[in-house]
C-alpha cells in the first residue's frame, strides 16, 4: 500500500511545472506547526476553507439584492464561486499556483456582514463610536474570522499566503497593474492590519504578497461586474441594452461575455510577467463599466426605506447584546449560541464591544431579521 509520503512526493512534483513566479508549496509559511497529510499546504487551506462554519453561511448572505424574490440572483456563496472560477483559469494559464488562488478566492469574503456592503457601513460606523475607534471593514474580519473566532476562537492556521490575500483582496479598487509586494512575514501581517484598524484609509494601500493574491483580487471583480448586471436585469432594475458603448464593443453585454473578456485580456498581457495587468481598452471599459454599475445597480438596489429599516436592525441588536453582557444576562442568545461555545481565550482577551461586533457580523440575513423579531 502507498503511504502518504510517497502520495504527496508525487503531487509536490506537479508543482514544477509552475513558472518562476508562482507561489509554491516550500514558500507556505503557518503561524502554527501542524502534522503533514498528503494534500500540498494550500490545498490543505481549500479544505480548512470550505468545511468551516462561516463558509456555510455564505449561502444566506446578501452579494448585492437582499432577500430578493428569484431564486436565481447570486449571493455571497455564488460571488465566490465565481471568483475562485476565473482566478484558477488565469492561474492555469499563467502556470501560477491554482490552489493557492482557490483559498484566497472561496475565503476572502466571509468577514462580510448582513446586507453586504450596507450592512458594513453600518456596522463600521457602530465600531468606531463603540470599539475604540477600530473601523470595521470585511477583508480585516475575514482575516480574523479564520484566527480568532472559527473553531469556538482557536485559530484555523491557514497559511500567511492566504490571509495576507484575505486581507488584500478588496475588488472595490481597480488596477490595471497589480505587483505583488513580496517577503512578507506575520508580523507585517499583523502590521498591516492594525494599521487599517485605526485608518481604514490604509486600506486602499494594501498589496498581495502573492501573484496569486493579485489574481484574485482582479477575479473579484470579475466575479461581480458582469453578474450583477445580470442580476439587475433579470430583476428590472434596470435594460442592459443601456450599457455604455465602450463597455460594448469591448466586454460585451452578457456576464459570460464580460467574464470572458477581462480574463482572456489578463492572460494575453500577464503572460510571463511578474504581475498581473490588462490591455489600456479593457481596463478603460472595466472602469466605465464600474461607475455604470454604481450609478445604476448599487445606488438602487436598497431603497431608502430599506436602508431605514436594515440600520435600525442592526444598531437595535448592538445595543441589546451589548446590555445583556453588561448585565450578565445568560438567557440571551449572545450567550446561548455565541459565547458559551467560544474559548475562555476568546472571552478574556475581547472586549464587548468586538463580541457583539463579531457575533453580529457573522450572522446570515436571515438569522440577524429573527433576532431583530425576537428583541426589538
Given at each position: 500500500?502507498?503511504?502518504d509520503n510517497?502520495?504527496?512526493k508525487k503531487m509536490l512534483e506537479?508543482?514544477?511545472?509552475?513558472?518562476?513566479?508562482?507561489c509554491k508549496s516550500k514558500d507556505a509559511i503557518r503561524e502554527f506547526s501542524q502534522d503533514e497529510d498528503y494534500r500540498t499546504e494550500f490545498a490543505r487551506d481549500v479544505d480548512k476553507i470550505i468545511h468551516s462554519s462561516c463558509y456555510t453561511r455564505y449561502m444566506a448572505k446578501t452579494q448585492v439584492f437582499t432577500n430578493p424574490l428569484n431564486d436565481h440572483i447570486s449571493t455571497r456563496m455564488t460571488h465566490v464561486q465565481y471568483v475562485a472560477k476565473a482566478a484558477r483559469t488565469i492561474a492555469r494559464a499563467l502556470s501560477l499556483n491554482e490552489d493557492l488562488c482557490e483559498a484566497i478566492a472561496l475565503g476572502h469574503d466571509v468577514?462580510?456582514?448582513?446586507?453586504?456592503h450596507f450592512g458594513e457601513r453600518v456596522l463600521n460606523k457602530i465600531s468606531k463610536m463603540y470599539n475604540d475607534g477600530k473601523c470595521f471593514a470585511h477583508n480585516l474580519n475575514s482575516v480574523?474570522?479564520?484566527?480568532?473566532i472559527e473553531r469556538k476562537g482557536e485559530s484555523v492556521n491557514l497559511t500567511l499566503q492566504v490571509l495576507d490575500g484575505f486581507m488584500c483582496h478588496n475588488g472595490e479598487f481597480l488596477q490595471e497593474k497589480y505587483a505583488p509586494q513580496r517577503n512578507k512575514t506575520?508580523?507585517?501581517?499583523?502590521?498591516e492590519y492594525n494599521e487599517c484598524l485605526q485608518d481604514e484609509s490604509a486600506i486602499k494601500r494594501l498589496t498581495p504578497m502573492t501573484l496569486e493574491g493579485c489574481v484574485v483580487r482582479v477575479s473579484d471583480v470579475i466575479g461581480y461586474i458582469g453578474k450583477d448586471i445580470d442580476d439587475a436585469n433579470r430583476l428590472g432594475v434596470f435594460n442592459k441594452n443601456t450599457l455604455p458603448e465602450i463597455v460594448k464593443k469591448n466586454l460585451g453585454t452578457e456576464n459570460a461575455q464580460i467574464m470572458d473578456s477581462i480574463i482572456t485580456d489578463?492572460?494575453?498581457?500577464?503572460w510571463g510577467k511578474d504581475y498581473i495587468s490588462m490591455s489600456p481598452e479593457v481596463f478603460e471599459a472595466v472602469n466605465v463599466l464600474k461607475d455604470f454599475n454604481y450609478e445604476n445597480i448599487y445606488h438602487k438596489a436598497i431603497s431608502e426605506e430599506q436602508r431605514e429599516k436594515y440600520t435600525k436592525t442592526i444598531e437595535t441588536l448592538f445595543s441589546v447584546y451589548s446590555r445583556a453582557l453588561d448585565q450578565k444576562d445568560l438567557t440571551n442568545d449572545i450567550y446561548r449560541t455565541f459565547l458559551d461555545k467560544m474559548s475562555k481565550d476568546y472571552i478574556q482577551n475581547t472586549s464587548d464591544a468586538q463580541k457583539v461586533i463579531d457575533y453580529i457580523s457573522g450572522m446570515t440575513d436571515n438569522y440577524l431579521e429573527r433576532e431583530y423579531e425576537k428583541y426589538k
Open positions: 500500500m502507498v503511504n510517497k502520495i504527496k506537479s508543482e514544477k511545472l509552475l513558472c518562476k513566479f508562482a468577514g462580510h456582514t448582513p446586507y453586504g480574523r474570522v479564520f484566527r480568532v506575520f508580523e507585517t501581517l499583523n502590521k489578463i492572460i494575453k498581457n500577464s
